[in-house]
């Protein structure tokens, strides 16, 4: 139990350190930003980005290649489950997919999240929410989803009166509609009328992007099908297309 | 006018900040709405701008969600085969 000092713990304690001092930068820049009340460095990448096509080209290979993880690993574990004769406790470590389409979402979402790069809210929100729902289990899937609390509509406190006429609050209208607007976009409720507003303009060019990229993969996949003869389970190895196996010409 | 944005923004979530600043925001967000982008009209509230936003959000997941579920089709149908050609293709 000695503290060891040796080679390999030097260098976990360094990779942990740079994590640390990541995260801690990270931090900073987000305090920093908020001190700065958020000006312009708090909408995060920039609307822009988000319509370049390097951007879009980024997100699209970064999506396939999640996508394409999720069906291996999900297809390995299904294969465990198959050899296992059910019933065993579910030792594969990738979750299986519970339903195809939230899954898609998820992957889509968490892509998403990430190229933002941790600069706007409502990607930190929904990668912390992945998080927060994956530690929680399968059992409690979605005990913490973003859109189950916005069921609940509390009456806002009725408009207190004019303090001493001063200063009129916020014109109740506009008010009521950014409140919406912060229960849509994750993880922008209680913030201020400016950040949400900030953060809802990067999160719809992001959106945006992110509707164009999956139009795209279905368009290919769809046409694909389209193209290809119905795959069967039999072996293609050394299999012509449209020609039968060992037949002999003439 | 200028000391009041100041002051507005030190205040985070405050209920002082500026009329200004708020329809900055919310004109930056009206150019990004195809719905109001499309109308060409400049004379829209800014309560109409934020609503058509909710909307514009709503439907966007809409788009999303449709998109996932044939996409979780098109990947389950497809075979490992066409998966194994469009990422060859791809990267």
Known sequence: MSSSSGPAAAAAAAAADSHRKKRRKIEADDAEETSRGRKTAGAGVGETTWRSLPQQRLYYTRLVEALSRSRRSSSASSAEAQDAAAASASASASSPPSSGAGEVRGIADRVLATAAKGRSRWSRAILANRLRMSRLGKHHKKARAPTGRGRLKKKPPPQPALEGGARKRRLPAVERRVKVLGRLVPGCRGISMSSVLEETSDYIAALEMQVRAMTVLTQLLSGAQQQLPPTTTTTTSGGQIGSGSGSGSG | ?91
């Open chain 2, 1 to 91: 006018m200028s000391s009041r944005r100041s002051r507005s923004r030190q205040s985070e979530g405050g209920s002082r900040i500026s009329d200004d600043q708020i329809a900055d925001l919310v004109s930056k967000l009206q150019r990004l709405i195809p719905e109001i982008r499309n109308r060409r009209s400049d004379k829209v509230s800014a309560s109409k701008v934020l609503q058509e936003t909710c909307n514009y959000i709503r439907s966007l997941h809409r788009e999303v969600d449709d998109l996932s579920e044939r996409l979780s089709e098109l990947l389950a149908d497809s075979d490992s085969e066409q998966a194994a050609i469009i990422r060859s293709l791809l990267m």
